[in-house]
């Protein structure tokens, strides 16, 4: 995302495909070479329509399903999250564009939102540290608050709709590191979730998404890692950065 384009990841990331068939072989190529969940990109090249229409990629869920993996879909915008909604995928990556329409039909068929809205707190910061006219620019800025704005209220469609929401970093395409998740545990709180959720999103959500029913719950004899902190998270989101003492198994 922090590329030019602003909506193209690094090209050493990505495997591009023009129509439906190449994004059925590419699918199965990844599927062939290990990989467990594949993210489809589904903004662009034109705003206001997915790279590839519900069918293909209903193809290529449906392949993925069938071989026990995952699939996800980068969502910016609305119609790549209408496409990716419609043909099933398991979640929705981003859906900074969502509208009440949607929310409804994810909480229907179960599918997942993984939010990012950290990431724009990270690029506000950015309008301090640098120089670069996207962030720091009058433009630029303005740009970005109506962008989180409208994420901010994707978010609360989501949740008053009773969709599942896990969080992400947007770590390895983004400007966020993986270490910093408690980031999108307060940006959960802002969007109107209660802090016991917006903690929920950040441990067992993401498990049930990936599969992993015992990942982010702590049991006796649980294959939990876990960390102490200063405070409780349970109503106090902040007490995350504070880690008191990390504990592995
Ligand atoms: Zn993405």
């Known amino acids: 995302m922090l590329e030019s384009q602003q909506t193209v990841p690094p090209a050493w990331m990505m495997v591009e495909a023009d129509d439906g068939t190449a994004v059925l072989a590419a699918a199965k190529a990844q599927l062939d070479d290990g990989a467990d969940f594949l993210k489809l990109y589904l903004d662009g090249p034109k705003k206001e329509e997915a790279p590839w229409p519900a069918k293909d990629v209903r193809a290529v869920v449906e392949m993925v ?8 879909a980068h969502s910016g915008l609305l119609a790549g999250a209408r496409v990716g909604v419609d043909a099933g995928v398991d979640s929705l990556e981003h859906g900074f564009e969502l509208d009440a329409d949607l929310t409804a039909q994810m909480a229907r068929q179960g599918t997942f939102l993984v939010s990012t809205l950290a990431v724009f707190r990270s690029w506000a910061t950015f309008s301090q540290t640098t120089t670069l006219p996207r962030f720091a620019d009058d433009e630029g800025k303005e740009r970005l608050v109506t962008r989180r704005e409208r994420a901010l209220e994707s978010v609360r469609l989501a949740h008053r709709a009773g969709v599942r929401i896990a969080t ?3 770590f390895g395409g983004g400007s966020l590191r993986a270490n910093q998740l408690a980031w999108e545990v307060e940006s959960l709180v802002e969007a109107g979730l ?17 599969g992993e029913p015992e990942a982010g719950r702590i049991v006796e004899g649980g294959p939990a890692d876990f960390f102490l902190v200063h405070g409780d998270p349970l109503t106090e989101p902040a007490a995350l950065w504070r880690v008191w003492k990390v504990a592995w198994r």
């Open 65 to 72: 399903h069938a071989r026990g993996a995952k699939v996800t």
């Open 194 to 210: 209660k802090p016991w959720e917006a903690l929920a999103s950040a441990t067992t959500r993401g498990g049930e998404l990936l």
């Open 168 to 170: 992400g970093t947007d």
